[in-house]
Nanobody, 120 residues
């Protein structure tokens, strides 16, 4: 499998910025999608941003224009630049990666999450 480790979370004031990182333990045969999700207390996990293989990035309406997802394939790392943070962005942020370990051997890996808290 692929282990994913998030970092970069923390406490920030409203209007501030954070950069989250997601490091993968290994390279794989293919990566279909890489994405960031978040889960606030009492709410379901929701998609924040995703980079599909060969496609354009996609963002939740609530973060479009404020967050930017990117990836560095050489480092097996994905990033989430978060600007103009709002208290409603407070959540545990998870990274996800889906693809194939080897031909016809799919994987769907999640990190353990990193807490982002935005104070008003």
């Amino acid at each position: 499998q692929v282990q994913l480790v998030e970092s970069g979370g923390g406490l920030v004031q409203a209007g501030g910025s954070l950069i989250l990182s997601c490091a993968a333990s290994r390279s794989t045969f293919t990566i279909n999608t890489m994405g960031w999700y978040r889960q606030a207390p009492g709410k379901q996990r929701e998609l924040v941003a995703v980079i599909p293989s060969g496609g354009s990035t996609n963002y939740a309406d609530s973060v479009r224009g404020r967050f930017t997802i990117s990836r560095d394939n050489a480092k097996n790392t994905m990033y989430l630049q978060m600007n103009s943070l709002k208290p409603e962005d407070t959540a545990v942020y998870y990274c996800n990666q889906r693809g194939q370990l080897r031909p016809a051997v799919p994987y769907d890996s999640w990190g353990r999450g990193t807490q982002v808290t935005v104070s008003s």
